[in-house]
Nanobody, 122 residues
Framework: DVQLQASGGGLVQAGGSLRLSCAAS????????IAWFRQAPGGDREGVACIYKSDGEIKYADSVKGRFTISTDNARNTIYLQMNSLKPEDTAVYYC???????????????WGQGTLVTVSS
């Protein structure tokens, strides 16, 4: 049974950093694609970063490229999203996702964590 639990959100000033964590169980990282998405109030869920199952390629949304880093710790079964140089427009609920198929930054993943709120003040 695949389960994901995101944590690490909070309130941070613009220019600051946060690291989100997603505790995963029920699957092996190499067998599933994993990703971080976010959803601002009134907005659609948008892809932030992903790791493809097929070849381990990492892809970022243009809006976060150079500021965010996705990574995994296989020993801890945890997915991370390191967020630096945060901007007010990064404010959103952040979700981790996993799927046996590669969807990249398209929000068609079968499994989702519960979301963690990130608020960036100006």
């Amino acid at each position: 049974d695949v389960q994901l639990q995101a944590s690490g959100g909070g309130l941070v000033q613009a220019g600051g950093s946060l690291r989100l964590s997603c505790a995963a169980s029920g699957f092996t990282f190499g067998d599933y694609a994993i990703a971080w998405f976010r959803q601002a109030p009134g907005g659609d869920r948008e892809g932030v970063a992903c790791i493809y199952k097929s070849d381990g390629e990492i892809k970022y949304a243009d809006s976060v490229k150079g500021r965010f880093t996705i990574s995994t710790d296989n020993a801890r079964n945890t997915i991370y999203l390191q967020m630096n140089s945060l901007k007010p427009e990064d404010t959103a609920v952040y979700y981790c996702g996993a799927d046996a198929r590669d969807y990249g930054l398209f929000p068609a993943y079968d499994y989702w964590g519960q979301g963690t709120l990130v608020t960036v003040s100006s």
